[in-house]
């Protein structure tokens, strides 16, 4: 399985993107999709995970309430619509998928590439 990321963009603080993460290959009701960022000059973080069977989501303390993890199992596409957005949220988004929950990078076996957004206040 690949995963392609797309969707970034520039945007004003206030506003609203919405990121895509295709796969190429089937994914598995037990495994999950996230979604990390990384800013420049600091850790990739954990942003939003999606398991792919029961569609629970589960969110980092920083964008509850903004952004909305989604999948389309139809399309192998997992979405994260990102809204009220804040100059803090300016970072490269990366797709992933894990075998299990996990909020760390590292259990994460498949990246897809970075998608920059960029937010100006």
């Known amino acids: 399985v690949q995963l392609q990321a797309s969707g970034g963009g520039s945007v004003q603080a206030g506003g609203s993107l919405r990121l895509s993460c295709e796969a190429s290959g089937r994914l598995f009701s037990s495994q999950l999709v996230g979604w990390f960022r990384q800013a420049p000059g600091k850790e990739r973080e954990f942003v939003a995970v999606i398991r792919w069977g029961s569609g629970r989501e589960y969110y980092a303390d920083s964008v509850k309430g903004r952004f909305t993890i989604s999948r389309e199992s139809a399309k192998n596409t997992a979405y994260l619509q990102m809204n009220s957005l804040r100059s803090g949220d300016t970072a490269t988004y990366y797709c992933?998928?894990?075998?299990?929950?996990?909020?760390?990078?590292?259990?994460?076996?498949?990246w897809g590439q970075g998608t920059l957004v960029t937010v100006s206040s």
């Open positions: 992933a998928r894990a075998n299990g929950y996990s909020t760390t990078p590292n259990d994460y076996t498949v």
